[in-house]
């Protein structure tokens, strides 16, 4: 299967994985499904939400590496220069870290739901961090 549904609180979302551009994380990420965490707001990226996953780690390269991600490109961004963590881009954004500009795999790209990205935005920001859970279709 390609196509995940991601809900964020009671705001639901589609996407499919980038299964040409990024082998290696979606296969990965797949396995790990369902996935359940919090998404908060970004610290330095701009108008974008994350998951902080801290040390875990996929075992995968950078594919399809990114630091400009279009609102509902998701990133996955192994750990290294920065910790390991997903990257949700609601608006304008540059993946950046504590330690600068980072580049992240552009694995999941939105196919519905966009209309909710500013929602989404205004809740992380206002209301902290929101339930999020990721699964196949």
Known sequence: MSTVRIRVADLEFTARFENEAAPRTCAAFRSILPFRSHLIQARWSGEAAWIPLGDFDLDVPLENATSHPSRGDVLFHPPGS????????????????KV??????????????????????????????????????
């Open 100 to 137: 600068g500009q980072l580049a992240g795999s552009h694995f999941l790209t939105l196919t519905s739901g966009q209309e909710q990205l500013r929602e989404l935005g205004r809740r992380v920001l206002w209301e902290g961090a929101q339930p999020l859970e990721i699964d196949l279709v």
């Open 82 to 97: 920065s910790e390991c963590e997903i990257l949700f881009p609601y608006g304008a954004c540059v993946f950046a870290s």
